[in-house]
Structures are given as C-alpha cells and as structure tokens.
T-cell receptor, first 113, second 113 residues
Framework: AQSVTQPDIHITVSEGASLELRCNYSYGATPYLFWYVQSPGQGLQLLLKYFSGDTLVQGIKGFEAEFKRSQSSFNLRKPSVHWSDAAEYFCAVGARDTDKLIFGTGTRLQVFP | NAGVTQTPKFQVLKTGQSMTLQCAQDMNHNSMYWYRQDPGMGLRLIYYSASEGTTDKGEVPNGYNVSRLNKREFSLRLESAAPSQTSVYFC????????????FGPGTRLTVL
C-alpha cells in the first residue's frame, strides 16, 4: 500500500535562510509525487509535481523538489525563504491508473523576520 | 473561472442534526473528491467520484453519504452529525489523466456540538 511520511511536524526558519522539507514515500512502482501548500484558512494549492523524466522539478514561488528513487524521497527546497512562505506544506503520492492521492500529515513552516 | 466552490464556509450543528455540503467545479473535470482535515492527520479521503454516476468509498466513509448530481456537482451529506465529525472539509476535482493535479475548494469548517 502507498504511504507518505513527512517527518517534520513544524519547522522554523529565518527570512532569507534556505529551506528543505522532507517527504518519504512507500510505493512499489514509480510513484507520482506532488507538493501542495496551504495558507491559513485556505484550500491547497499545487506547488509542483513529478510524473517522470528529469528528477529535479521546478515549481511556483521559487520552490523545487528532487525525486530520489534510491532514498524513496521527494524533498522540497527553496534557497531563500520569504515571510509569505509561512504555511503548511503537504506531500502526496499517487499511482498510475488511479485517481486517488495519499497525503502526508503536513509540515507547518514558520518564518521569522 | 471560479474553479472549485464550496458552500457553506462555516457551519455549526448540534449532535444528531443533518446537513449537506455542496461542491461545484467549472473545469469540466471527471473526478471529484471529498476530504476531511484534522490537526496532525493531514487530509483523509472520505469519498470520491471518478465520473458522473459513480462514487466510491475512501479511507473514512462512515457517517457520510455522497451524491454526484452531474459532472459539475458533488455533495456530501451528514445524516446524523456527531462531535467526531467536527473538521474542515475540502472538495477537490481533477482532470482526465490518472493521477492528475487535484484542485481544491476553500473548505467548510464544521463544528458539531
């Protein structure tokens, strides 16, 4: 069965610092991987997705993620965090020929000025 | 283009009352989903519909029913609300490929007293 683990419940960084949010998945075949962001009181918005091809994926708002099959990971990165990046971030995994996604439990990002 | 809309935004119920959460999308998507979001548990799938006229249970279907009224609309009904159903409910839709990006509504915050 598919599963997603986000080991960090809460991360705090200073504005301008680099960021890496961890995501590990469990799936037998090639997974389809997503990162979503949720601002307070809002729905989820897609940041980026990986289906195949280049393992380094660029997304919106300056985010990128790298698919590492050997580590079953899809970590989200940003070189310089802005105060507006404070939000909750969700990793999700899907599989070919299914519409359903499995979401991780989320990582809440706090940004200090 | 409104995307995914949900009504109401907020609702307070007493135990045993019933209500229906409404969801509509204007992106001509085939698949629609209902999730609940609880602190520390991420998003859990309640029901989904792969196409008009079909619905399937997700991870946490007990206490809920759904109707896929047409391609645009997917409603979630609580027949006899319980305090354990206090949550934030999100509707989402996705397009033709499997899996595909899911687009989320703004959510309904439900409190059951």
């Amino acid at each position: 069965a598919q599963s997603v683990t986000q080991p960090d419940i809460h991360i705090t960084v200073s504005e301008g610092a680099s960021l890496e949010l961890r995501c590990n998945y469990s799936y037998g075949a090639t997974p389809y991987l997503f990162w979503y962001v949720q601002s307070p009181g809002q729905g989820l918005q897609l940041l980026l997705k990986y289906f195949s091809g280049d393992t380094l994926v660029q997304g919106i708002k300056g985010f990128e993620a790298e698919f590492k099959r050997s580590q079953s990971s899809f970590n989200l990165r940003k070189p310089s965090v802005h105060w507006s990046d404070a939000a909750e971030y969700f990793c999700a995994v899907g599989a070919r020929d299914t519409d359903k996604l499995i979401f991780g439990t989320g990582t809440r990002l706090q940004v200090f000025p | 283009n409104a995307g995914v809309t949900q009504t109401p935004k907020f609702q307070v119920l007493k135990t045993g009352q019933s209500m229906t959460l409404q969801c509509a999308q204007d992106m001509n998507h085939n698949s629609m989903y209902w999730y609940r979001q609880d602190p520390g548990m991420g998003l859990r799938l309640i029901y989904y519909s792969a196409s008009e006229g079909t619905t399937d249970k997700g991870e946490v279907p007990n206490g809920y029913n759904v109707s896929r009224l047409n391609k645009r609309e997917f409603s979630l009904r609580l027949e006899s609300a319980a305090p354990s159903q206090t949550s934030v409910y999100f509707c989402a839709s996705s397009g033709l490929t499997s899996p595909d990006t899911q687009y989320f509504g703004p959510g309904t915050r439900l409190t059951v007293l």
